[in-house]
Nanobody, 115 residues
Framework: QVQLVESGGGLVQPGGSLRLSCAAS????????MGWYRQAPGRQRELVAT???????NYANAVKGRFTISRDNAKNTVFLQMNSLKPEDTAVYYC?????????WGQGTQVTVSS
C-alpha cells in the first residue's frame, strides 16, 4: 500500500524559510518521480515542483529561485526547501506520486506565512 506522509509545515513570517518532508512507503521510491503541490483556500490545487527519478527538477514560475525540491532515496523522502516565503505561499502543501496510472497523495501540511 502506497503511503505518503508530509511534515514540516507551520507558521513563518514573510521572508522566512521552511523545509517540508514527505516520507514514502509501499513503493520502490528511487524509481518514481515525486511532486509537491499546494492548495490555498478557495483555489485549485497547483503544481509547485517535481523531481524525476534521476533528479531532474521542474518548478512553477511563482516559486522559481525561492524553492528547491530534492530527494534522498536512502530515506525514501522528498524535500521542499522554501526560502523567501511570501504571504501568497500560504496553503496546504501535498506530495504526490504516480504509480501504475494511479495518483497517491499525502494528507498535506499547512504552511502559513504571516506577520
Amino acid at each position: 500500500q502506497v503511503q505518503l506522509v508530509e511534515s514540516g509545515g507551520g507558521l513563518v513570517q514573510p521572508g522566512g524559510s521552511l523545509r517540508l518532508s514527505c516520507a514514502a512507503s509501499g513503493i520502490i521510491f528511487s524509481l518514481y518521480a515525486m511532486g509537491w503541490y499546494r492548495q490555498a483556500p478557495g483555489r485549485q490545487r497547483e503544481l509547485v515542483a517535481t523531481i524525476t527519478s534521476l533528479g531532474t527538477t521542474n518548478y512553477a514560475n511563482a516559486v522559481k529561485g525561492r524553492f528547491t525540491i530534492s530527494r534522498d532515496n536512502a530515506k525514501n523522502t522528498v524535500f521542499l526547501q522554501m526560502n523567501s516565503l511570501k504571504p501568497e505561499d500560504t496553503a496546504v502543501y501535498y506530495c504526490k506520486v504516480g504509480v501504475r496510472g494511479n495518483d497517491y497523495w499525502g494528507q498535506g501540511t499547512q504552511v502559513t506565512v504571516s506577520s
